[in-house]
C-alpha cells in the first residue's frame, strides 16, 4: 500500500499529466495534473489520504470502497486526459498533438493495480473475478465509442491511418489463428504419442527445447533461405503464397514455437488423470475410446487450455517481431513508428498487441474457471 501511494505522489509531482507538441514529431512540452484544471491541488492530497483510510479499515465494506474508489479514480483520469486533450486542441492550431504523460500512464497502473488487489482479497471465486474485472472497462469503452479521447494524438493517428490499423488487425489475426489450428494438429498428437513413453518424452522434448531457446528474429531469418531455395526448384509453390519472406516463413516459426508448451500440457493433463479413475470407468464397462473421449479428455481439457492459453499470448506477442520479413500484422505499425521517430504510430501498434492478449488471456482465464467450476459440481 505505502507502495503504490509513493508511485501516486510520484506521478503527481514529478511526472507529466500530458505532453502538448505543436506537430507529431516533435517532443512538445509535458502538463501537469493540476496545470491543466483536472483535479484541483486538494485533491491530490485527498486521494492518498483516502488510499491510507481504505487500508486501515478491516472487513469487506472496505475492499468494496476500495474496489469503487480506485474504479472511480481510473475513469476520471481517462476522462481528464480526453478533456485536457480536447481543451488544448482548441488553443492551438489543427497540427498540435496532445499524448498521455508517463504520469497518466503511472496513475492508470496504480488505479488498476489497486482495484486487482482489492477484488482478489474480496473473493476467490475466479468466476466473480473475472467479472468484476471486466466491468471496470465498460465505462472506459463507452468513453471511447462516444469520441470522448478523439482529440488525444493516439486517436488522431489512428483516424489518419484507419485503412493500414484494419489491415494491420486482420493480418495480426491471421498470424495467430494461423499457428494456433497447425499447432494443435501438430501438437496434440504428439503429446499423445509421447504420452505413455518416458524415452519419447526425453527425445522430444529435448529437440523442441532446442527450438523455443532460439531467437525468434534468427528463426525467421534461417527459415529464409531454405524457403526461398525450395520455391524457387518448384515455382508452382509461389501460387499457394509460399516464399522466402512474408507469411510462410512467420508461420513455421511461430508454429515450432507453439509446439513446447502444447506438447507439454497434453502430457502433462493426460498424466494428472488418477488411475483408479479410470480403473472405475473401465469397471463401468467403458471401452477404450469412451474412457478417453468421456473421461480422461475432460479431466485433462483444464490444463491442456492453460499450455493453449500460453500459447496464445505467446504468439499475439511474436507475430510483432515477424514484421521484419514482411508479414505484416501491428509489427508493421510498431517498426514504421520507430524508423519515423513517430512515438504514436509506435503506440498505435503496441496498444492493440497488449489489448488483444489480455483479452485473449481475460477469455481463457474465463473457461477455465467455468470447467473447473463444473467439474467441482
Known amino acids: 500500500m505505502l507502495l503504490l501511494l509513493v508511485l501516486i505522489a510520484l506521478a503527481a509531482a514529478i511526472l507529466p499529466f500530458v505532453n502538448y507538441a505543436p506537430n507529431r514529431l516533435v517532443s512538445g512540452e509535458s502538463r501537469q495534473l493540476w496545470q491543466i484544471g483536472a483535479f484541483p491541488p486538494l485533491c491530490l492530497l485527498l486521494i492518498p489520504a483516502l488510499f491510507v483510510l481504505l487500508s486501515f479499515l478491516p472487513g469487506r465494506g472496505a475492499l468494496v470502497a476500495t474496489v469503487i474508489f480506485a474504479q472511480i479514480l481510473f475513469i476520471a483520469l481517462l476522462w481528464s486526459g480526453g478533456k485536457a486533450a480536447q481543451m488544448l486542441a482548441q488553443t492551438g492550431s489543427p497540427l498540435a498533438r496532445t499524448s498521455p504523460g508517463s504520469g497518466l500512464w503511472l496513475w492508470l497502473a496504480v488505479a488498476l493495480l489497486m482495484c486487482s488487489d482489492a477484488i482478489r482479497r474480496l473473493t476467490q471465486s ?40 484494419d489491415s494491420a488487425l486482420q493480418q495480426h489475426l491471421v498470424l495467430l489463428f494461423g499457428t494456433l489450428l497447425p499447432g494443435l494438429l501438430i501438437g496434440v498428437p504428439i503429446g499423445l504419442w509421447c504420452w505413455r513413453s518416458q524415452r519419447r518424452q526425453t527425445r522430444v522434448f529435448t529437440v523442441l527445447n532446442v527450438i523455443q ?157 467455468l470447467l473447473e467450476g463444473n467439474a467441482h459440481d
Open 213 to 369: 531457446t532460439i531467437p525468434s528474429v534468427a528463426l525467421f531469418g534461417v527459415l529464409i533461405a531454405p524457403l526461398a531455395g525450395l520455391v524457387k526448384h518448384f515455382p508452382w509453390l509461389s501460387s499457394l503464397g509460399v516464399s522466402g519472406t512474408g507469411l510462410t516463413p512467420a508461420l513455421i516459426a511461430l508454429v515450432l514455437y507453439a509446439l513446447l508448451p502444447l506438447v507439454r500440457g497434453v502430457v502433462a493433463g493426460m498424466q494428472q488423470v488418477a488411475s483408479d479413475v479410470l480403473e472405475s470407468a473401465a469397471a463401468m464397462g467403458m471401452s477404450r475410446a469412451q474412457r478417453f473421449w468421456k473421461v480422461q479428455l475432460p479431466l485433462a481439457l483444464p490444463v491442456l487450455l492453460r499450455s493453449l492459453r500460453v500459447v496464445t499470448v505467446q504468439t499475439v506477442g511474436m507475430a510483432v517481431v515477424a514484421a521484419l520479413i514482411g508479414a505484416g500484422g501491428f509489427g508493421s505499425l510498431v517498426f514504421q513508428g520507430l524508423l519515423s521517430s513517430a512515438l504514436d504510430l509506435v503506440l498505435l501498434g503496441v496498444i492493440p498487441v497488449i489489448a488483444l492478449a489480455v483479452v485473449v488471456d481475460a477469455l481463457f482465464s474465463l473457461w477455465i474457471a
Open 126 to 165: 475466479a468466476s466473480w473475478r473475472w467479472l468484476l474485472n471486466a466491468q471496470i472497462w465498460i465505462l472506459p469503452v463507452a468513453m471511447l465509442l462516444l469520441g470522448e479521447f478523439d482529440s488525444l494524438s493516439l486517436m488522431k493517428e489512428y483516424f489518419n491511418r484507419q485503412d493500414v490499423f
